[in-house]
């Protein structure tokens, strides 16, 4: 167990109205990722931060965008809502080979993931 | 383009057989890979990695073959149970170095293969 929790766990919103979705870990890991999962498109990178302030773009970042504050929080924003995206979205991160860790290094740890409906 | 491809949706396997699942690649940069399994309204969580100086990594039941030359990974479940019904994700990362050791930062996904293990 990683410590990750994502908020909301489910939301149907409507198309044009800003969303926040919510990562946060308890064990002060240095990388996070967005992700959203699709049928028939596996797991797309959307945005992923490597330290407090620190973020890069995905391959899906279009219509995105993130803010890392925090060590502990991810921020996935959509601006203005539309159906294409509605997904379901996972936070993830990876563990450093240094610091509070107790993972290898190159592996990714998921959390719940939110469901997003956008009508 | 799709780099990392699983071209079997879906696979059925009587309880006790082996299951083998099948991933390939194109880019040729990529020198670490992992599986993920992923039940319904649950995040992935990591099963097995190899790296590209390996040719074979067990744990358990499950096993992963590399063949770098044709750019192929395979995992095998021996014996298969009904608790591994789930889709399988097949990863691959190309391992930056940065200042503070090395750090998977991108994970790019296939889009998964359905696994159904009949008792």
């Known amino acids: 167990d990683a410590g990750i929790t994502q908020s909301p766990r489910h939301k149907v919103t409507e198309t044009g109205t800003p969303v926040t979705l919510r990562c946060h870990q308890t064990e002060n890991h240095r990388y996070m990722y967005w992700y959203r999962q699709d049928p028939g498109h596996g797991l797309r990178l959307i945005h992923y931060s490597y330290g407090v302030k620190d973020t890069d773009k995905g391959e899906v970042s279009d219509g995105y965008s993130v803010s890392r504050s925090k060590t502990e929080d991810f921020l996935l924003t959509l601006e203005s809502a539309t159906s294409s995206q509605t997904s379901v979205y996972f936070c993830?991160?990876?563990?450093?080979?240094?610091?509070?860790?107790?993972?290898?290094?190159?592996?990714?740890?998921f959390g719940p993931g939110t469901r997003l409906t956008v009508t | 383009d799709q780099q990392v491809k699983q071209n079997s949706p879906s696979l059925s396997v009587q309880e006790g057989r082996i299951s083998i699942l099948n991933c390939d690649y194109t880019?040729?940069?990529?020198?670490?890979f992992l599986w993920y399994k992923k039940y319904p309204a649950e995040g992935p969580t990591f099963l097995i990695s190899?790296?590209?100086?390996?040719d074979k990594n067990e744990d358990g039941r499950f096993t992963v073959f590399l063949n770098k030359s044709a750019k192929h990974l395979s995992l095998h479940i021996v014996p298969s149970q009904p608790g591994d019904s789930a889709v399988y994700f097949c990863a691959a990362s190309v391992i930056e170095w940065s200042y503070s050791g090395a750090g998977s930062y991108q994970l790019t996904f296939g889009k998964g293969t359905k696994l159904s293990v009949i008792p």
């Open positions: 993830a991160i990876s563990v450093a080979p240094w610091g509070p860790s107790s993972g290898r290094p190159y592996e990714q740890y």
């Open positions: 880019n040729s940069m990529f020198d670490y």
């Open positions: 190899i790296s590209s100086i390996k």
